[in-house]
């Protein structure tokens, strides 16, 4: 998935290198479909990570295992 991700931003950033050297008209457009789509590729990126890292288990698992009860304080 890194992998496509990776190759899709190379891509991208060389059709915007394309666009702005042939007509800078097109470049403003293309900046905006850019940052368009890498906002949803870090926000699918985090919850992905979020929901599928198998640390953020453990540490969700130890989390709900400690008590904040004031009873268990001494």
């Known amino acids: 998935m890194r992998e496509r991700s990776e190759r899709f931003l190379k ?12 007509e800078l008209g097109c470049a403003v ?6 940052f368009i789509v890498y906002f949803f590729y870090v926000f699918f990126q985090v919850g992905y990570e979020l929901v599928f890292d198998p640390n953020a288990t453990d540490v969700a698992a130890q989390l709900a295992s400690l008590s904040i009860s004031p009873e268990k304080w001494m």
């Open 29 to 34: 457009p293309a900046a905006m479909c850019f």
């Open 11 to 22: 891509n991208l950033f060389g059709a915007l290198g394309h666009c702005v050297l042939e």
